[in-house]
């Protein structure tokens, strides 16, 4: 009878840790899906900065050559 109770308790907790198992194993694969689609964010998010810097920094580039042209030219027309 102990032998036979031994073996269920053995048998049910076997059970009980293939259930854990399970669970976590499952538990893993979605985590590492939202870490994957947030690492996908995160470059989204990069490249788009890394876009409107550039545009940022050619546009400063213009307004730079622009107002240089514009100076020069004032310049050269109030000289007598």
Known sequence: MADMNKSHFSTMLD?????????????????????E??????????????REVETAKAELEVSWVVE?????SRGLSETP
Not at 15 to 35: F, P, R
Not at 37 to 50: F, I, Q, Y
Not at 68 to 72: H, S, V
């Open 15 to 35: 059970s009980i840790k293939a259930d854990h198992v399970a669970a976590l194993g499952a538990h893993s694969q979605d985590a590492e899906k939202k870490l």
């Open 68 to 72: 240089l042209a514009n100076g020069r």
């Open 37 to 50: 689609a947030m690492r996908l964010e995160h470059d989204a998010m990069s490249e788009r900065a890394r």
